[in-house]
């Protein structure tokens, strides 16, 4: 189960400093007071007061989506469209500079004849290198939608920043959106798209320059394999690292300069340890990916000619596995993308404040000993566990969740036979609850799931989403320190 152990970025305590002058006024609100004690982080968190005193409230930009769309591939419903920025990085992908070692056998044994057991380790070697294509191939596709979301999100910001151009605190939060979505951008782009691209399209040169090496008996087969397991498969890789590392230094200097902003403005102790050890976080798989890119190409370079090469490899490869562990479960978020509202619509709510809320419903859901407010969640109740779920716009991935589990997959089926179009479901909350309101057993089925949903899935989105967040309010203090430092007479002489 998830917790918030999961995450270094999570129980950030509540700073007075920063919202002291929300304290509710009305009596209802001040009636939730005792219900929130309970969460054990005085002050109480303005918006998650206005939640349990059913204040309807609007997030700053995404709107809910209560429409959720399953249609069934192979046999498994999956969701029609992605509907959030995703961490989809495969796991997988940590594997591909090992293609650059599947020649090992042509280049070592690069002689006529071919020894016996040369050909069957090339054989091996130049199948390993074709397959790793699949996973680039793979990963590209899993990234592309990321970007083509951040894309459209981003030409909406714009549109939006345009339109509250003189709204000073909304056009803040637009440009830290705007800020933020340029790293991701940046990162989807260099160290995913890029790498998938340049490292995949290598691995086809090497896996055909390797099997065409066991043929080396005939002259041009032998110099077209050594062209294609040497020099051009392995420069593909070379560039790569060049790319990467510049990259990697601007990461290193953007979370650098963040980090000072965040030492020197921000006066909450606990939110600035927590946002400088995100930073560092940044900066030391920007270091590590970046000298490994650079260590990696020169050594597949060398591969061409020299054994030993391969020995300065093999900790390449390693550690590309480690940084890829290290994204996907301490740096990498899904999160819900802003949809296209309209700008009048768009209502603010400060970036600190989503951030304290998102830590205190995270604390409420995984810590046993702590409970939300009986208005905001009661988690014996499926009406509520569900409203929860639609508010906090995880609809989807508790959509996903139902046709994966084995326990559930059965009523989406059930449902499926029914609907107008063949394989595909429409997943509304009004539907669900019809689902579970139809019989005792679907009932108690939807209940128990959406318990564990909350309880592992919901904690790791709302870990997720706090790392976004953390992120956010890093740029918009690096950006008023950066503003000020600008408007400040004499500044630029």
Not at 329 to 351: C, E, F, H, M, W
Not at 376 to 395: A, G, K, M, T, Y
Request: glycine share 6%; with cysteine.
């Amino acid at each position: 189960m998830a917790t918030p152990a999961d995450s270094s970025d999570t129980l950030i305590t509540p700073s007075p400093a920063h919202h002291h002058h929300h304290r509710p006024s009305s009596p209802r609100a001040m009636t939730t007071d005792v219900e929130l004690s309970v969460l054990e982080s005085p002050p109480v968190v303005p918006k998650l007061l206005r939640e349990a005193s059913d204040i309807t409230w609007q997030e700053t930009f995404e709107s809910t989506k209560d429409q959720v769309t399953l249609v069934r591939r192979r046999g498994i419903f999956r969701l029609h469209h992605q509907q959030q920025f995703k961490n989809s990085l495969l796991a997988s992908v940590g594997y591909l500079e090992l293609a650059n070692a599947g020649d090992f056998a042509a280049n070592v044994w690069n002689e006529i004849p071919v020894p016996r057991f040369a050909a069957v380790l090339m054989g091996i070697g130049g199948t390993l290198a074709l397959a790793m294509v699949l996973v680039a191939v793979q990963d590209f596709r899993l990234s592309w939608k990321n970007v083509k979301l951040l894309r459209a999100e981003r030409t909406h910001l714009q549109r939006l920043r345009q339109y509250h151009d003189k709204n000073v605190e909304l056009a803040r939060l637009i440009d830290s959106r705007l800020g933020v979505s340029v790293r991701e951008l940046g990162t989807e782009i260099v160290d995913r798209i890029v790498m998938d691209l340049l490292l995949g399209f290598g691995s086809i040169l090497v896996g055909v320059g390797t099997l065409m090496a066991i043929g080396g008996a005939n002259p041009r087969v032998f110099k077209a394999s050594n062209l294609l397991s040497g020099y051009i498969g392995n420069g593909l890789a070379a560039l790569f690292g060049l790319a990467n590392a510049a990259w990697s230094v601007c990461l290193i200097y953007r979370f650098w300069s963040h980090d000072a902003a965040v030492t020197a403005r921000e006066p909450s102790d606990d939110i600035r340890r927590r946002l400088h050890v995100r930073f560092r976080r940044f900066q030391w798989h920007a270091v590590a990916n970046g000298l490994n890119g650079l260590v990696a190409g020169a050594a597949s370079m060398v591969t061409a000619e020299r054994w030993w090469g391969y020995v300065v490899l093999i900790p390449c490869i390693i550690s590309l596995i480690l940084c890829n562990y290290f994204w996907r479960k301490k740096l990498g978020y899904d999160r819900p993308l802003l949809s296209d509202i309209s700008p009048a619509n768009v209502q603010l709510t400060p970036i600190l404040e989503d951030l304290e809320y998102v830590i205190a419903i995270q604390r409420g859901l995984a810590d046993p000993d702590a409970c939300l407010p009986t208005t905001i969640l009661q988690l014996d109740s499926f009406e509520s566990s569900l409203n929860f779920i639609v508010h906090n716009r995880i609809l989807d991935a508790y959509c996903e969740s139902l046709a994966r589990d084995k326990k559930t997959r059965h009523l989406l089926s059930d449902m499926s036979t029914q609907s107008s179009i063949p394989d595909q479901i429409t997943l509304t909350p009004e539907i669900i609850l019809r689902l579970s309101a139809s019989s005792r057993s679907n009932h108690t089925c939807l209940l128990n799931h959406a318990q564990r949903f909350l309880k592992k899935t919901g904690v790791r989105l709302l870990i997720d989403r706090e790392r976004h967040l953390l992120e956010l309010w890093g740029f918009a203090v690096w950006q008023d320190q950066t503003t000020t430092r600008t408007d400040t007479p004499g500044s630029n002489k």
